[in-house]
């Protein structure tokens, strides 16, 4: 869940780990786009999916084995509950909007697992616990341990298993940096990933 440059590392991290299928979920045409063409992901837009239903479709009524949330404290969603976390967040009555993580385990088998690398800061709201609970869910979640995981991953990358390279879809100077992270932040220019050059 998300297609960011987070979200389509997974996706293709999910292959190298042996999946058989992998859906990326968003709302970003364009990011969906780089997934069909670069991960050989199967791509679903929320904003025209209903997302539980189709996941239960295309996994048997069971629902997804792994559901990776790579979105975090960010998350936008449709209806009353964005409307909700929105407003809770504005009044500080919570620090992140947690859509995506409920969905991941709403959505997640039973006995599955749900990977939490979508960045979170503090306090969420309706927290569907019963819902992990009930259907024995294992919870992974953390920040990348990168002394332990970047020698493989750059392994992975000189090897050809992963091409990171497309993600790069700007590049500017250092004093650009406002105006980059706006362009990133607010979707536009089918922005992905920006480099600074000197």
Not at 3 to 25: E, P, Y
Not at 65 to 86: F, P, R, W
């Amino acid at each position: 869940m998300g297609a960011g440059a987070v979200g389509q590392m997974a996706v293709a991290s999910a292959w190298l780990k042996g999946a058989s299928r992998v859906i990326c979920i968003d709302k970003y045409d364009y990011r969906l786009s780089l997934v069909a063409e670069n991960c050989n992901g199967e791509v679903l837009n929320y904003t025209s999916s209903d997302i539980q239903e189709t996941l239960k479709e295309a996994t048997g009524g069971r629902g997804p084995d792994v559901c990776i949330d790579a979105v975090g404290m960010e998350a936008n969603s449709q209806g009353l509950q964005d409307v909700y976390d929105k407003v809770k967040q504005q009044l500080k009555l919570e620090s992140d909007r947690p859509a995506v993580l409920r969905q991941a385990l709403t959505n997640c088998r039973k006995g599955g697992t749900v990977s939490i690398v979508g960045v979170y800061s503090g306090l969420v709201d309706k927290f569907p616990v019963g819902v992990m609970i009930n259907k024995s869910l294992t919870i992974k979640s953390g920040m990348v341990h990168a002394q332990k995981y970047i020698p493989t991953l750059l392994d992975h990358v000189q090897k050809g298993d992963i091409d990171p390279t497309y993600l790069k879809t700007h590049e500017f100077i250092l004093d650009h940096g406002n105006y980059v992270y706006e362009l990133f932040a607010e979707h536009r220019d089918s922005c992905l990933r920006a480099v600074f050059v000197p």
